[in-house]
């Protein structure tokens, strides 16, 4: 399985985060590939490919030229107000947004955003051109019917078309699906496996039927992001039935998680993709620092077994997992589990 990689992810590196009132090192930084890459190579996978060129054509239908140009001029903005540190919203647009964001860079960052834990740095359009790219990169061998693996940071699944939000800014899954649809394919089926809710993913495609989008993830009323993933979010007009959440308690060990997972795939089987897109979060172990599933090391290879019975072309999308070593093993041990 190729896996595309660059050092590119070092040029996001947050300061700080608010974390449940305190101020601690991100948990989404430059560390979590160390721990990533380990993990890898414990695992034996040495071989790492370089993504072809970010085409920023590939964002078209995913996010929107007004956030697209937000992301880009934002530190600019934030620097030019005298502000410091990275751009961190704090003020959000209680609901309806209007048509145009506020002029003050503190607003347009909040009227872009819906949670205040993700940042943006002076140099972050790099890292996050470079995991688009990484994207693009296993839609390459996906049309050639190659499974493969974007091993890359920052995530992406909680970025919607024009809203960043949980450590996310640009949706890789969505540009990834987006991009195999664009290379002729009549369906993808998006399989987010990350122990929270892809709620970014989830918008971007809610009112189509040309991408199935399923989702295991902490149930809302625990769980951030808090207001998505209710099982009751089945997508609109044409995208009804295209969206399937699946709720789980906090605390959920394997055995419950994995019939969620049998579910969902019986239904993206029946819905008859081209491809499949994961949005692999590890963040589902059972030491994961922010998350409050209980799967265990030896579970990852066991569900990317299942996921490998669709028989599918598979491009695999690195989202959360944090704070620990195992995160690396985790990631590795699906993809083990789905080659073997
Ligand atoms: N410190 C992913 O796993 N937590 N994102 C908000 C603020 C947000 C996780 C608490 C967690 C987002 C891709
Ligand atoms: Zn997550």
Known sequence: MKIYYTDDHLAHHPKAEVHRGKMVTPHEGPHRMDLLMAGMKRAGFTDFTEPPAFDITCLDGVHTPD???FVQTAWARWKDAGYAGDVL??????????????IEIDGAAGYFCSSADTMITETS???????????????????KGESAFALIRPPGH??????????CILNNAAI????????????VAILD??????????DIFYARDDVLF?????????????FWGHKDEKGAGKGDGYTLNYPLPAGTHYPAWRNALLDAIAKIRNFKPD?????????TFERDPISSFKLKVEDYPAYGADIAKLGLPTSFIMEGGYGVPEIGDNAAGVLKGFSE
């Open 67 to 69: 956030y697209i140009h």
């Open 89 to 102: 919203p704090m003020s959000f647009p209680y609901n309806p947004r209007r048509a145009k964001p506020p």
């Open 158 to 167: 909680h970025a919607g078309a024009d809203y960043m939000s949980g450590y």
């Open 193 to 202: 496996v990350d122990s929270h809710h892809g709620n970014g993913t989830q």
């Open 176 to 187: 990834a699906a987006q991009a195999l649809l664009n290379k002729g394919m009549d369906r």
């Open 275 to 283: 491809a499949l897109v994961v949005s692999l979060g590890v963040d």
């Open 214 to 226: 399923a989702s295991l993830h902490g149930e809302p009323d625990h769980h951030f992001p808090y």
């Open 125 to 143: 359009w790099t890292a996050l051109a470079s995991t688009a790219a990484c994207a693009l990169g296993t839609v390459e061998s996906v049309a």
